[in-house]
C-alpha cells in the first residue's frame, strides 16, 4: 500500500475517471410519524414558494400560487397518473417546464394492483439527477409511497424526464408528488 493512501480522506479523486450515480434516499411514509411526513409537506411548499420567487419573472411583484402537481403540468392528457409500461426501460414522460412555473418534486406513489415499474429516473436537461429505487418499498411491504430526502426543483425552461424500469408490461398508476409555484390566475386562464 502507498504511504499517500494511507488514509481515505489523503485520496484526491479528482484525477479518478469515476462516474457516480445519485440514488434518492425514499422514505414510506406509512412508517414515518405524523408530523415528520407534514412537515416534508411544508417543506415542499416552502421550497416551491422560494423557487417561484426566484425563478419567475417578477416573482415578488406578482401573486404567486403554490399548489399540488398535477399531471397535466407534466404534460399528461388526464387527472390520473397513468402509464402504460412494457417490461424495460419505459419513457414515462418528457416535459418541458412552462415559463410561468417553477415545480418542486418530493415523492412518489404507486397505486397499481400489482406494481410493475421497480426503479425511476428523474433528469433534467437529459441528465440524470435522481435514482429511485421502489422496489425496496414494494417487497418489504410497505405502502409504496415514499418521500425523498432531498427535493428536486425545476425552473421555467428545464426539461423533466422520467424514466421508469419495469418487470412487466400493463397498466400503471404512478403518481409524482410534488407543488408547482405560477402566478395568481394562471390555472383559471389555463382553462384547466
Do not use: C
Not at 159 to 173: K, N, S, T, Y
Amino acid at each position: 500500500m502507498e504511504d499517500s493512501f494511507r488514509r481515505l480522506e489523503d485520496i484526491d479523486i479528482s484525477k479518478y475517471n469515476i462516474r457516480q450515480e445519485q440514488y434518492a434516499v425514499i422514505y414510506p411514509i406509512t412508517v414515518m410519524p405524523r408530523e415528520s411526513v407534514y412537515s416534508v409537506y411544508l417543506e415542499a411548499q416552502k421550497r416551491a414558494m422560494q423557487a417561484g420567487i426566484a425563478f419567475l419573472s417578477g416573482g415578488v411583484s406578482k401573486r404567486l400560487v403554490v399548489r399540488q402537481l398535477r399531471p397535466q403540468d407534466l404534460g399528461l392528457p388526464g387527472p390520473e397518473w397513468m402509464f402504460q409500461v412494457r417490461s424495460g426501460r419505459n419513457t414515462l414522460l418528457r416535459y418541458r417546464v412552462r415559463d410561468d412555473q417553477a415545480i418542486v418534486i418530493f415523492g412518489f406513489y404507486n397505486q397499481s394492483p400489482s406494481p410493475k415499474v421497480v426503479q425511476l429516473e428523474v433528469l433534467r436537461g437529459g441528465v440524470r439527477r435522481l435514482i429511485i429505487v421502489m422496489q425496496e418499498l414494494y417487497t418489504r411491504g410497505y405502502d409504496p409511497m415514499g418521500v425523498l430526502a432531498d427535493f428536486e426543483v425545476f425552473r421555467p425552461g428545464d426539461e423533466v424526464e422520467l424514466i421508469g424500469h419495469a418487470i412487466g408490461e400493463g397498466e400503471e398508476i404512478l403518481g409524482v408528488m410534488g407543488y408547482v409555484a405560477e402566478p395568481e390566475g394562471r390555472l383559471n386562464r389555463a382553462g384547466l
